[in-house]
């Protein structure tokens, strides 16, 4: 991340040149109740890159205190996508490692009158803590003795009450005009099942407790989190002091990354699977990091797309173009060159005899180091049909029409002769002459085609799925589902041509004058899925 610059790096700098730190350590903590999107991948690859430029660490901490929610699976693919997108956490935590030691931190809160438990229930709290025109008003519980509390919080933690019946409360100040200062909850009961703990814990740390502990436990020295966190910088500091913790941790706040037409909540994006909306976390369509995988997105390009897009304090919303502009510039450098069509006419060319032809070309003609593949010429093609016109067409028509020549790519020049139709008058079928001596490489150049266009030969061709996607939802401020876009995936039968069969293709690929694809998971030896990445050409008008 050379000549990367930002105001978070500023401020190492400021660090290690102060001797405050000596080593930058940072994190990233999500929690593991969905997978990880793309405004993940912001606070991934900055924690990542900014701790790496100084030769620093960064751990990956699964912030799991909300059993409810949390799971393996999600555990699972949070790893796998950080891996994807090239980066290898110094050490893997679990927040819930830690539970002995916020217990214990949490024992040094009451013991000096900064934690009492409160009876009352999560209404009245609520409605206690006032709003921020009006003061908060104590609890009636806030004066419990010292010994009081360290019982009531024994039993809580030892099972003796129902969840929501009791409470641990910071004791701050009701009064603060800060709202997160207010006797902020830090315990809660919950029985429910935790992924890693199981049932050995029934009392479980609040967020606001939790985090700052967990950064101070692991000696994170700068620790990066979205704006929305501003607020609560000041418990942070009260708990990592109060609770006596000997390493502090300094909360820098970061702004959030959105982009048009997408939701990039995990609430949201759960909603969608669960009510099959799409095919999965992975939908293609969907912002998630296995959703873009899935796709074709490639993880240079979402890494240069988020340092192209900066990082700063304030929060920031980005077209859809751009990330898609990024994606493109990285396809259109590493990928093969292949041949398929999406809307295909039937073409005969009525004086090739030869049966079938076989061809050897590259697979990128301005990359020989990708290898060679073979393709195919016989009598019968597929074209696409919006590479044919009827009408006479003008000069700017550069493709087939009839009594017009055109060059296929890698093979023969051919002419329309005839148009075939059916019964109600749609064209079914050309008929075309090709001519010998114009193959390609031959150097043929008596005349010039009237432009070149792509074609699979038809015996070989395989059926192909062209997965087209749209935005899946736009913006607005009706409800979600109000907003979901019924059309962000179209579905069109072509065929593409034979080496689809014999690649591998893990990678995306260029469909020529087509677009950029990748194979769908969903593909089966007789029907190809391609998912289409992105459009060879920007529709986007600065
Ligand atoms: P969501 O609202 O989608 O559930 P979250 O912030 O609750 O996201 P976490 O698992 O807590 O999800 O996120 C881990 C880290 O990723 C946090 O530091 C969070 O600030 C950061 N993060 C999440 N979404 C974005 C975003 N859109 N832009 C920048 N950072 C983000
Ligand atoms: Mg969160
Ligand atoms: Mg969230």
């Not at 994606?327 to 295909?344: C, E, F, T, W, Y």
């Amino acid at each position: 991340m050379e000549n990367h610059s930002n105001f978070i790096k500023t401020i190492m700098i400021q660090d290690l040149e102060s001797k405050k730190h000596d080593e930058i350590i940072t994190r990233f903590p999500p929690e593991p109740n969905g997978y990880l999107h793309i405004g993940h991948a912001r606070a991934i690859v900055n924690n990542f890159e900014l701790a790496a430029s100084f030769g620093g660490r960064t751990n990956l901490r699964f912030d799991d205190t909300n059993p409810g929610k949390e799971d393996v699976e999600y555990v699972n693919s949070i790893k796998e996508d950080i891996a994807w997108l090239g980066y290898t956490p110094n050490q893997i935590y679990y927040a819930s490692d830690y539970f002995q030691e916020m217990f214990d931190r949490a024992i040094i809160l009451i013991k000096k009158g900064k934690a009492f438990v409160d009876d009352q229930t999560a209404d009245e709290i609520s409605k206690g803590r006032g709003s921020l025109t009006s003061k908060g008003i104590d609890s009636p519980f806030r004066d419990r003795s010292v010994e009081e509390n360290l019982t009531l919080f024994m039993n809580m933690k030892n099972g003796l009450y129902k969840e929501g019946e009791k409470v641990l409360r910071a004791k701050i100040d009701m009064s603060s005009p800060n709202m997160n200062m207010r006797d902020p909850v830090i315990y809660r009961i919950s029985f429910a099942h935790h992924h890693n703990t199981g049932d050995k814990w029934c009392i479980y740390p609040m967020y606001d407790y939790a985090h700052p502990l967990e950064d101070a436990i692991e000696g994170i020295t700068h620790s990066l989190c979205s704006l929305e966190f501003e607020d609560h910088r000041p418990l942070y500091d009260w708990v990592v002091r109060e609770t006596e913790m000997p390493l502090v941790p300094r909360q820098i706040e970061f702004g959030r990354l959105n982009i048009e037409n997408t939701v990039m909540s995990k609430r949201y994006l759960k909603e969608l699977v669960d009510s099959k909306l799409v095919d999965g976390w992975d939908d293609p369509r969907m912002p998630t990091l296995s959703g873009m995988r899935r796709r074709g997105y490639t993880p240079s390009a979402i890494r240069n797309f988020i340092l192209g897009t900066g990082l700063s304090r304030m929060n920031s919303t980005v077209s859809t173009e751009m990330l898609e502009s990024f994606v493109r510039d990285d396809l259109q450098a590493h990928s093969a060159k292949m041949m398929g069509v999406i809307n295909p006419l039937k073409v005969t060319v009525l004086n090739y005899d030869k049966g079938l032809e076989a061809i050897e070309v590259p697979l990128d003609p301005n990359d020989a180091s990708m290898g060679t593949k073979t393709i195919y010429f016989s009598k019968h093609l597929y074209i696409d049909h919006d590479d044919f016109i009827e009408e006479k067409p003008n000069k700017h028509w550069k493709r087939l029409a009839k009594g017009i020549e055109v060059r296929l790519f890698h093979a023969y020049f051919i002419k329309c002769e005839e148009v075939i139709k059916d019964d109600e008058g749609n064209i079914i079928e050309l008929k075309v002459t090709y001519d010998e001596k114009t193959k390609s490489g031959t150097g043929f150049d008596e005349r010039k085609p009237n432009g070149t266009i792509h074609f699979v030969e038809a015996t070989t061709a395989v059926k192909a799925q062209f997965n087209l996607f749209g935005p899946l939802v736009f913006d607005g401020d009706a409800p979600l589902v109000e907003r979901l876009n019924k059309d962000s995936w179209e579905k069109r039968m072509g065929y593409v041509e034979h080496a689809f069969k014999q690649l591998e293709l893990k990678e995306g690929i260029q469909l020529m004058r087509v677009g950029f694809f990748k194979k769908d998971k969903h593909s089966t030896d007789e029907v190809i899925h391609l998912n289409r990445i992105v459009e060879l050409k920007s529709s986007f008008k600065k």
